[in-house]
Every structure is written in C-alpha cells, then in structure tokens.
C-alpha cells in the first residue's frame, strides 16, 4: 500500500503539531500495511511556504522515528502546492524540489471555494517545466464536481489526479461520497492518498478505504490505485491512462418497498 498525500511532519502546517502525533500517525500508517507514505506538506504562498530543506530535513526526522519504532515503512519529501500564478516562481526548469519523492509529479490543490481562470495556463506552464500535475482530492472540490467534463479534459492534457480515502469512506459526508463513487467508477482516480493530518480525526489508515475500493471496483483495479500507479510514480515513470469518452454520472439504485418504508 501506498500513501501519497499526508501531513505528517511535525510542525509545519496545520497537520502534525509534534513528533509524538507524527510517531502515532507513522504506526497506524505501517499497522494498517502501507508501506510507503510520502509527506506533503501545505505549500500555500510563495512569501510565506516551508523550504525544500524544512521539508527534507523533517522527512529525515520521520525515518529517525520510524527506525526507532522498527517500522517498515520507507517516507518521501513531497509538498501539497496550492494553486496560485506566484507559486510557478518556486519551480525551474529539471527542479524537482516539492515534487513527489523525487520523481517529475507535483501534488497541487485547487483553491477551496473557486477554479482560477488561468487553470488552464497553470497545468501548461508546469508542464513546460517537466513537471506532471496531480490534482488532490478532486471529489471535494464543489465546483469542479458540478463541470466534470473539465477534470476529464485537464486529464487529456496530462493532469493525474488523487483521492482522499476518507471521501470514499463517507468521512467528508455523503455527497462527496457520491462525487468520488462517480469518478472511480469512471475510471479518472489515479491514486490514493490518506491526507492525514491529525490521529483521531482524519489519519493515515487506509483500510476501509481499500477495502471500500475492493468493494467498487474489483480486486485488481483497487490494486492499480493503491500499489500499481503509486510505484510507477515513485519510479519516475509514466502513467499511461484509459480515460473515457465522458464522465457518466453514476445511477442510484432504486429502493425496495421496505426499504422506502424502513429508510
């Protein structure tokens, strides 16, 4: 199992406040059999973001903690970059500083509440840098979730995109439950990812969410997104996608008399 999206260092955004939450959050993600997390911190403003080194340096903290707890589990730089035009600065040319393990791919995440107009530019001009996109947790954003059809064209352009285990579990409420059925059912997810930030309320366990995947999807397409894809990329190699003609929304099934009766 892979987890590509966590914020597990201590200390530098609003995930892990201290190491002993950070040496909690590792066990339960080695307990529950991932085997390989990547640490990606909030990148917000370029005037005010964590260095490469901060990240680095944490990551070396991580693998201290984890040697010390026995835990097989290998921990990766990564960050979480916000969208913003500013934030390009930070990126040049075969840099791959905030990149996923070291690897070509960048974890970005819409801004919460819009979809900037210059969307489309800011996927373009990471990618004249070398730089693959990831867009995090696309089911939780409302406003993307209402036009579709643009996620699927951003991923004709090369954009990947992560999902929040907890969305497919129901943790961030039954309608982006819904929004993340649709996408995996459409075959548009290409990795899972915890987004933990804190022990209790959103963690690095990930076995429901799997298990939940098994359930949707099937054995081997479950495997593709927890193991497969996830290798590939820590391999630095391409991902080479079947996307469909359309994002279909996916059809409620239709309730039984007692079911109606009884809810």
């Not at 643009?150 to 004709?156: E, P, S």
């Not at 129901?170 to 995996?184: D, P, T």
């Not at 959103?202 to 999807?217: F, G, I, S």
Request: proline fraction near 5%.
């Amino acid at each position: 199992m892979y987890d590509l999206h966590s914020h597990i260092i201590c200390g530098v955004d609003d995930g892990s406040p201290d190491v002993e939450t950070s040496r909690e959050l590792l066990k339960m993600a080695a307990g529950c059999g991932t085997r390989h997390i990547i640490a990606t911190p909030h990148v917000i403003e370029l005037n005010d973001c964590p260095s490469w080194q901060r990240i680095t340096d944490g990551v070396a903290e991580l693998k201290t903690v984890a040697a010390e707890e026995k835990l097989d589990l290998a921990i990766y730089p990564g960050a979480e970059i916000e969208m913003n035009w500013d934030i390009l600065e930070l990126f040049s040319e075969g840099s791959r500083d905030y990149c996923l393990g070291g690897s070509h791919y960048l974890l970005v995440e819409l801004p919460a509440m819009t979809i900037p107009d210059y969307t489309e530019d800011f996927w373009y001009e990471l990618q004249l840098k070398g730089i693959c996109p990831v867009l995090a947790h696309p089911e939780r954003h409302q406003g993307l979730m209402e036009q579709p059809q643009r996620l699927l064209k951003w991923m004709r352009s090369g954009v990947l995109t992560q999902m929040n285990g907890g969305s497919i579990t129901g943790r961030f409420g039954e309608h982006v439950k819904q929004n993340a059925e649709m996408l995996l059912k459409n075959d548009v997810i290409c990795f899972i990812g915890s987004d933990a930030h804190r022990v209790k309320i959103r963690n690095t366990d990930l076995t429901h969410a799997k298990q939940r995947l098994v359930e949707l999807l099937g054995a081997e397409k479950a495997k593709l997104l927890c193991e497969v894809n996830p290798a590939k990329l820590l391999a630095d190699q391409e991902l080479v996608l079947k996307l469909p003609q359309m994002i279909k929304p996916v059809e409620k099934k239709k309730k039984g008399f007692w079911s109606k009766l009884f809810g």
